[in-house]
């Protein structure tokens, strides 16, 4: 995002954070990009009967009223925006028995990758929060002679930008001159394809602010051919701070550039995320004593004064978070959060959201 959307997304965010109700009656949407906003409707419109048990009649009036002002909304949409929306709906009142009744749409600079539907007491601002958060970006390029691809590294997530084909023909299996002269066609034409793609890679990565280096991957020689051929400008050359061999020169490709990169990565968040939880999950597994998760065993093993690690969830409760955090204020235990941006991590949240690796058994 620019620096316009950043500001927007933080006076959106900072406005959206003062409101609270009095009681549970505050709605909040979140439709990840592509999502059909019809569908979106129809829960919607399924949570209206839903609030006809709420048993406080002027908490039932607001959450049903809510309910129908994001209805409405929803179903003047033809498309879910290309980023996705978040959806915001209720009474902010503080005064009982007095309506300020507010409905907010917003669209992400970013994409959503979060479906979410809640009604509490505050609105749920972690995807915007997260967007919020600083984040280093590196370039990919995974190339061969059939096909290329270039995506980005931003924070932990891995986002292709394009795929090429070539087109390039594989080798002939006649002899003579007709071999040579097709073998300077394919040469000619692979050529061609290397600066194709690095006039994309300077329109993509030329201008990035938080480019912090790139990586290129590819099989046997063809990398080097590309780095040599497609003329990428110098500073983005400078920028290089790895040459992998990679098999594969599409999604799959960059993925595996990113894990064979974890000698440059070292510092990178996605590759020390990764580290954090193979030791947890590893101690857990051969040391037991060693390591503890869900709420009761680690603030038993905080009470003893044994956590050397605590482990948070992104998608603990926030009261459930700022508890454990306190706790472990008192013994200096470091914290680490935890995304559910990978399969680790959704594994730790099914586990409670909380864990923890201990300096001695108990």
Do not use: W
């Not at 600079?109 to 915007?128: A, H, I, K, M, N």
């Not at 692979?190 to 990035?208: C, I």
């Not at 440059?264 to 390591?291: C, N, P, R």
């Amino acid at each position: 995002m620019d620096e316009k959307q950043r500001e927007d997304l933080e006076e959106f965010y900072n406005i959206m954070k003062g409101y609270k109700a009095r009681h549970t009656e505050l709605i909040t949407v979140y439709v990840p990009k592509g999502f059909d906003i019809n569908l979106i409707t129809k829960q919607l419109e399924a949570e209206k009967s839903t609030a006809n048990n709420i048993k406080s009649t002027g908490t039932r009036k607001n959450v049903q009223e809510a309910l129908e002002s994001l209805t409405r909304i929803t179903k003047g949409m033809k498309t879910t925006p290309p980023n996705g929306v978040a959806l915001f709906a209720g009474n902010v009142s503080q005064i009982e028995g007095q309506d300020n009744f507010i409905s907010e749409i917003f669209e992400p600079p970013e994409e959503f990758g979060v479906r979410l539907y809640r009604c509490d007491q505050t609105f749920v601002l972690d995807p915007l929060e997260e967007m919020l958060e600083e984040k280093d970006i590196y370039g990919l390029i995974v190339i061969d002679r059939k096909e290329a691809a270039i995506g980005l590294l931003i924070g932990k997530k891995i986002k292709m930008l394009q795929h090429f084909d070539s087109f390039v023909p594989g080798k002939t299996t006649k002899g003579g001159q007709s071999s040579a002269r097709y073998a300077r066609i394919r040469e000619g034409m692979a050529k061609e394809f290397f600066r194709k793609v690095a006039n994309v890679v300077k329109d993509e990565f030329f201008e990035l602010k938080n480019l912090k280096g790139v990586l290129v991957g590819g099989p046997g020689p063809t990398k080097e051919d590309f780095l040599k051929e497609g003329q990428l400008v110098t500073s983005l050359m400078d920028k290089i701070l790895a040459v992998k061999d990679i098999g594969y020169a599409d999604m799959h490709g960059l993925e595996l550039l990113v894990d064979v990169s974890e000698d440059v990565l070292s510092k990178q968040e996605i590759v020390y995320e990764k580290k954090l939880m193979e030791k947890f999950f590893y101690t857990l597994g051969k040391e037991k004593d060693k390591a503890a998760y869900g709420k009761k065993d680690v603030e038993r093993a905080l009470d003893f004064g044994a956590v050397d690690t605590l482990l948070i969830s992104k998608k603990l409760p926030k009261e459930d978070a700022e508890y454990f955090i306190n706790k472990s204020k008192k013994t200096s235990a470091k914290v680490e959060f935890v995304s559910t941006d990978n399969d680790d991590g959704v594994q730790f949240l099914n586990l409670g959201g909380v864990g923890a690796i201990l300096r001695f058994g108990i």
